[in-house]
């Protein structure tokens, strides 16, 4: 069974500081990763995904992230926050059935 | 290229009562799947359908049904409305079945329901 735990229900950051929002992951197999972000009242858009090639992944938005198989980890970073960012964020984990299990979910607010 | 689409974006249905919800995949999409996020959680998986049958399943009870359709566009069915099923229900869609964990999914903006 594949599980993932966001260890942070709400980050809150000055605008212009890092972001960090910390996933562990929990998969029998060679799980696929992604990060998807939610802003109110709206649907889900992906932000990266890991797919086993590269472990650090780049992707929209000045988004980061790094798979690291040792520590089950796959948090996402961001240099700069800008007030844009300020949305819910999810981690997910799939496997080759398409089997796709999400986080509870992660506030991010940012401050002026 | 038009995106996932879902509708109604709102609705408001009694207990007891029946809801259909609808959805077209992103064009060239063959693949849909089901999922309810209630109010400060993250999404819970329904369901999955390919080739007009369901691949996948959820833990949901049976008063969730679903169809997609020879366009691939699907619906979900919720009969006996219970007020624990107001929520958002998201519907994303994928080029296939084994293709959604390699390229992510495409995610519709939801529909809101509210059960009163």
């Known amino acids: 069974a594949q599980s993932v735990t966001q260890l942070d229900s709400h980050v809150s950051v000055s605008e212009g500081t890092p972001v960090l929002l910390r996933c562990n992951y929990s998969s029998s197999y060679s799980p696929s990763l992604f990060w998807y972000v939610q802003h109110p009242n709206k649907g889900l858009q992906l932000l990266l995904k890991?797919?086993?090639?590269?472990?650090l992944v780049k992707g929209i938005n000045g988004f980061e992230a790094e798979f690291k198989k040792s520590e089950t980890s796959f948090h996402l970073t961001k240099p700069s926050a800008h007030m844009s960012d300020a949305a819910e964020y999810f981690c997910?984990?799939?496997?080759?059935?398409?089997?796709?299990?999400f986080g509870a979910g992660t506030r991010l607010t940012v401050k002026p | 290229d038009a995106g996932v689409t879902q509708s109604p974006t709102h609705l408001i249905k009694t207990r007891g009562q029946q809801v259909t919800l609808r959805c077209s995949p992103k064009s060239g999409h063959d693949t849909v799947s089901w999922y309810q996020q209630a109010l400060g959680q993250g999404p819970q998986f329904i369901f999955q359908?390919?080739?007009?049958?369901?691949?996948q399943r959820g833990n949901f009870p049976d008063r969730f049904s679903g169809h997609q359709f020879p366009n691939y566009s699907s619906e979900l069915n919720v009969n006996a409305l219970l007020l624990g099923d107001s929520a958002l229900y998201l519907c994303a869609s994928s080029l296939s079945w084994d293709r959604g964990h390699l390229d992510g999914y495409t995610f519709g903006s939801g529909t809101r329901l509210t059960v009163v």
């Open positions: 890991y797919t086993s090639a590269a472990t």
């Open positions: 997910v984990v799939s496997d080759r059935r398409g089997d796709m299990r």
């Open positions: 359908y390919y080739e007009e049958e369901e691949r």
